[in-house]
């Protein structure tokens, strides 16, 4: 019997550091860059001029390099920290995302945003988007060719593929797996886990489907 649990959830401490460093609220949505996000650039880029004035006389250059590296790094930074704190909400803040118990499989798909995690409750049935016995799967498929892999997808029933494809929260990401791999029940478990992290997660997610009574891939 596998000693790694049944379950997938994302267990990235530097995610987790930045998640907490760029809280992400549900529906956020990339703008453009304000007004005063321009000045804050144009009055670095003035600092960074007067600080490095007095030294061309030594270092001729400096001027025109320190300048642009520090406009630049202000936008980049925050964007490395808007995407990686976005992963880590939008693959469920470190609570399960997929997990076979009791003959059952239960899956969500939705993230859990910042001003969503003081009622966050895997043990409330509304938290999970999937929850059918497990020998209901049609069939289940490994697919380790695609970024974030190995990728689990179960065949779930016309139904349960029709309401996580219609759900307001689920729609998107749904939609995008069914058009992708014919599924809309998918799990980027390299992803949660890391490439080698997620192998091992993997096998103890088909073994728990397959004494489940779902069939192997």
Known sequence: ????????????????????????????????????????????????????????????????????????????????????????????????????????????????????????????????DLRLPAGALAGVRVDRDRPGGPLLVLDVPPTVAEALTAGDGTRKLAGHWRDRVGSPAAWQVGLYEGRFGGERRLRALLDALAAAGAPRP
């Open 1 to 128: 019997m596998s000693a790694v649990a049944p379950e997938l959830r994302l267990r990235r401490p530097l995610l987790r550091i930045l998640g907490t460093l760029r809280p992400i609220r549900a529906g956020y949505q990339a703008r453009p860059v304000t007004a005063l996000g321009l000045v804050g650039l144009i009055v670095a880029g003035v600092l960074t001029l007067l600080v490095t004035a007095p030294l061309a006389g030594q270092v001729p250059w400096l001027p025109f390099v320190a300048v642009p590296v520090v406009v630049l790094l202000g936008p980049v930074a925050y964007l490395l920290l808007t995407v990686a704190a976005s992963t880590w909400y939008g693959y469920g803040a470190g609570h399960p995302m997929l997990v076979v118990a009791d003959g059952e499989v239960r899956g969500r798909l939705r993230g859990v945003w910042a001003d969503e995690l003081a009622d966050a409750d895997p043990a409330d049935p509304d938290w999970w």
